[in-house]
């Protein structure tokens, strides 16, 4: 630990210029960063701490009113704080309650968890239930990526290294949102298997995490879904839909047999009255 070099930004845009002539990596909350330090996994040894960018923590609605507006540096306190969250995004608040403990939730940002890429990162799912928008922004210039094209592979994402994640936007949703997480236990679990779903009327919506090497959804399910299929239907086509990883954590059959269940609950639990 005491080899790394650490120098800290006091603005975006100093940031962007030290990441560019010094190619130092971002730190946030560094409860990702740390824990790879402490395990000796960490490459980068020349870090740049941008925790105190109060610029990207903010939390609101662009111009037009409607796409919700989330600052990279938005904890997980903060997002179950935050009122504008709790409205139009409840799925996204219900994942914030699951991660970690409350040290965590004080530390840990979105921006961090979306970078880290782990597809156990529980705010993964909700982005890519919710057809979100990342906003990437370097000296070069700003550019808004699709969520469901911003993993290239296992923690591989298309950021590049002069790159900072500066928001997240998330389009109104129409529909019931949820969020189901499955871990060894109820709290402070790493997530077996976690699933956000959008009950969209016309479109609706799914996500899986821990399931494939990213965050994944499940087109054939969801055109099941759209075009009135029944739910044993849509459980059928979803259990050929997937291939899910054995790993550490879980094994793929037990995987494809939760990720029915959670399908099955979600249906049941957003029915029409
Ligand atoms: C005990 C413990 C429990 C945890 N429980 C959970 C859990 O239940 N669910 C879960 O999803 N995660 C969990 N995590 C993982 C972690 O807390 C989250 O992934 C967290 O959101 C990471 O955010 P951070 O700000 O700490 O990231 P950091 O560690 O600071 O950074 C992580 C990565 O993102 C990059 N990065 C950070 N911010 C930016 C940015 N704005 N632009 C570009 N790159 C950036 C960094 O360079 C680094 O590569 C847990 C971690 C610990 C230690």
Avoid: C, H
């Avoid at 560019?20 to 730190?27: K, Q, S």
């Avoid at 799914?206 to 879904?225: C, D, H, M, N, Y």
């Amino acid at each position: 630990m005491s080899e790394l070099d650490l120098r800290r930004a006091s603005s975006v845009d100093e940031a962007l210029t030290i990441m560019r002539d010094e190619g130092r990596t971002p730190i946030a909350g560094a409860t990702d960063l740390y824990v790879a330090a402490q395990f000796g996994t960490l490459v980068p040894r020349k870090l740049l701490d941008i925790w105190k960018l109060k610029e990207l923590r903010t939390i609101g609605t662009a111009a037009d009113g409607q796409t919700l507006v989330i600052g990279a540096l938005s904890t997980y306190t903060d997002l179950m704080q935050s009122a504008v969250v709790q409205d139009r995004l409840p799925m996204l608040v219900t994942a914030a309650r699951l991660v970690g403990g409350v040290q965590i939730q004080n530390r840990g940002t979105i921006g961090g968890n979306i970078v880290n890429g782990s597809p156990a990162g529980d705010t993964l799912p909700v982005f890519a239930a919710a057809d979100a928008v990342v906003v990437l922004r370097s000296l070069r210039g700003e550019r808004r990526v699709p969520f469901n094209e911003f993993y290239a592979g296992y923690r591989k994402t298309v950021i590049k290294p002069d790159e900072l994640l500066i928001a997240v936007e998330t389009p109104s949703i129409d529909g019931i949102q949820a969020f189901r997480k499955v871990g060894t236990r109820a709290a402070q679990a790493i997530s077996k298997i976690a699933m956000a779903a959008v009950r969209d009327p016309k479109r609706p919506r799914i996500a899986f995490g821990s399931l494939a090497a990213t965050v994944v959804r499940v087109p054939k399910t969801e055109a099941a879904l759209a075009s009135g299929n029944s739910i044993d239907e849509a459980a059928a086509v979803l259990e050929a839909e997937i291939n899910p990883i054995d790993d550490v954590r879980s094994t793929a059959v037990y995987r494809k047999r939760v990720a029915v269940n959670l399908l099955r609950w979600f249906w049941k639990e957003t029915a029409p009255a």
